[in-house]
């Protein structure tokens, strides 16, 4: 059975768990031991070194009353024996004969002290003092500890198993969860796949978690999608139904330019049909630059000074201007830092601007080039005082080949503006049409 990528990723996290989980539980163990064995270590070097000075100050007697004294009832742990060389024991509690080597001395050990049961099954913790010709041996045998021991590892293996069992249960809701809203992304590229480029993906939760950042990606790509096919169905047919008067006026030239007998007429037929041509060539060549101009790479992208940017631009077209009877003005309301731009495709947009002030707004007297900035964001304005766009018209304006009643007297293919707003969007921004009264403002606004 092939599993999905979400139940791998839940066994994933399961297994992670659950070595996590083991690790845990065998620190916790080696700790408790330690402790232990380090607490019996201390109890038995007390006690030992407690005796002995018993023994010194008293001597056996007063010993042999101590571990009278010592021993509680029901206490079958406690070990404190005096045994001989041989290891038989002469008083105290433990083993008749201590499995104990001919050491004068043990600071501590853990075995089996006795020969015969029960000393001989059980483990005990100890140690050995010389006590003049015998030896000391005191210490507790292991039996509650090992008892306690054991009840810790059977909490150890319980908390392992509800672990396990929670790990499961939380793997199983995890890939339900994390199936269900994958599906739903998978459903709308389905859905956008076959056709409908209206669907996109809604937000379950309505936060900022991974799905939620991958819906808001995936559908402004999505949009971008739609826009773009809708622009393309738009350019197709609109280049269709542009082509088709010059094309029909260069097949009526050139069939007029044949049946002229004058060269002097033929001549200048055959010059109808150069500008014609041109024409074509430059809504053609305007086609292809906005189509590049919107697939530029950001490696192209450099770090530019947008004031020197304005001066450089006023510098080429003050002239241009003065020579039109125009009076042309620079205005800075904002100095802003370096912003990373592509540094010729701004520059064009920009002059193109400028181009249309003075081409549509002669009439006004005046062009403002302008560098403002405002909320974050920063406007490479141009002013004229001409005839301006109405508000209702500005949206045909914008659009491929969308000329104006007023403009269709004048050169030109109604793709400059187009032009200048693929550039803006390719730099985050916008191209915004506005009223100066009288004129038309016309700003490229990217964000600072």
């Known amino acids: 059975m092939r599993l999905s ?4 990723i839940a066994l994933l996290a399961i297994a992670l768990a659950l070595v996590s989980n083991l690790v845990l539980v065998a620190f916790i163990w080696r700790q408790v031991h330690d402790d232990a064995i ?3 270590r201390r109890d038995t070097a007390e006690q030992a070194d407690a005796l002995v000075s018993v023994w010194r100050a ?6 042999d009353q101590t571990i009278e004294e010592a021993r509680a009832p029901g206490d079958l742990s406690l070990i404190i024996a005096v045994i001989d060389a041989r290891g038989r024991r002469v008083v105290g509690l433990g083993p008749p004969v201590a499995n104990i080597g001919p050491s004068s001395s043990v600071e501590f050990h853990i075995g089996r ?3 015969s049961p029960p000393w001989s099954l059980r483990d005990a913790g100890y140690s050995v003092r010389r006590i003049g010709p015998l030896r000391l041996v005191s210490g507790r045998m292991l039996d509650d500890w090992e008892q306690v021991q054991r009840g810790i590892e059977r909490a150890l293996v319980l908390a392992m198993l509800l672990s396990l069992g929670l790990g499961i249960v939380g793997g199983l809701v995890v890939t339900r969860y994390v199936g269900r809203r994958l599906n739903r992304v998978a459903d709308v590229i389905e859905g956008v796949a076959g056709g409908d480029l209206s669907r996109r993906v809604v937000s379950a939760s309505g936060g900022d978690d991974a799905f939620d950042r991958l819906a808001t990606r995936l559908n402004t790509m999505l949009d971008k999608v739609e826009r773009l096919m809708i622009e393309l169905r738009l350019v197709t047919d609109s280049l269709a139904h542009d082509l088709r008067s010059p094309l029909a006026r260069l097949r009526t030239k ?7 007998a004058d060269p002097t007429q033929r001549e200048a037929a055959l010059g109808g049909l150069l500008v014609e041509t041109d024409l074509v060539m430059r809504m053609l060549t305007m086609l292809i630059e906005i189509s590049r101009s ?5 490696d192209r992208f450099a770090s530019i000074d947008p004031a020197a940017l304005i001066e450089e631009i006023a510098e080429l077209y003050a002239p241009v201007a003065e020579d039109a009877g125009l009076r042309f003005m620079t205005v800075m309301e904002a100095h802003p830092p370096r912003l990373i731009l592509h540094r010729e495709l701004v520059t064009q947009a920009i002059a193109n601007l400028v181009d249309n002030a003075l081409r549509h707004g002669a009439g006004g007297g005046e062009v403002t080039l302008r560098l403002a900035g405002q909320g974050g964001e920063i406007r490479f304005q141009v002013e004229d005082r001409g005839p301006g766009i109405a508000a209702e018209d500005r949206e045909q304006a914008l659009r491929r080949f969308g000329r104006l009643d007023n403009a269709r007297s004048t050169p030109g293919a109604g793709l400059g503006l187009s032009l200048i707003e693929a550039v803006a969007r390719l730099h985050g921004g916008r191209l915004e049409l506005g009223d100066n009264a ?6 490229i606004v990217v964000p600072a």
């Open 5 to 8: 990528v979400t139940a791998r």
């Open 38 to 40: 380090d607490s019996l």
């Open 58 to 63: 008293g001597g056996m007697r007063a010993l």
């Open 113 to 115: 002290i006795g020969t």
């Open 254 to 260: 050139t069939e007029n330019a044949v049946l002229l």
């Open 294 to 298: 919107e697939s530029v790479s950001r």
């Open 438 to 443: 009288p004129g038309l403002i016309a700003a």
